[in-house]
């Protein structure tokens, strides 16, 4: 099992940017496949960004697309979301998932494993 801790989060303006970090504790976070996702107060969770183990394939919701950046360093168990141009909508808490099997990167119950959530405010 994976336990993983978000920070980063804030209140920022629109078009600043934040760097969020999602800390995985084992010695096995080589072998998850990781990811990020958001809920928006009264919305349902929704996929941002996507990796895979070695850090070489990303995938990305159309809606943060060439704003938001994840990587990951196995070497410190962290993988990141760096979020750019960040507008009011981007408003939410921000959850990372990890899992070693993952059917659809960009479905929730593909992940086992859920941080406690971080929250994100832009201010317009």
């Known amino acids: 099992q994976v336990q993983l801790v978000e920070s980063g989060g804030g209140l920022v303006q629109a078009g600043g940017s934040l760097r969020l970090s999602c800390a995985a504790s084992?010695?096995?976070?080589?072998?998850?496949?990781m990811a990020w996702f958001r809920q928006a107060p009264g919305k349902e969770r929704e996929f941002v960004a996507g990796?895979?183990?070695?850090?070489?394939?990303?995938k990305y919701a159309d809606s943060v697309k060439g704003r938001f950046t994840i990587s990951r360093d196995n070497a410190k168990n962290t993988v990141y979301l760096q979020m750019n141009s960040l507008k009011p909508e981007d408003t939410a808490v921000y959850y990372c998932?990890?899992?070693?099997?993952?059917?659809?990167?960009?479905?929730?119950?593909?992940?086992?494993?859920w941080g406690q959530g971080t929250q994100v405010t832009v201010s317009s």
């Open positions: 084992g010695r096995t976070f080589s072998t998850y496949i």
């Open positions: 998932a990890g899992d070693v099997q993952v059917f659809v990167m960009t479905t929730q119950g593909s992940y086992d494993f």
């Open positions: 990796i895979n183990r070695s850090g070489i394939s990303t």
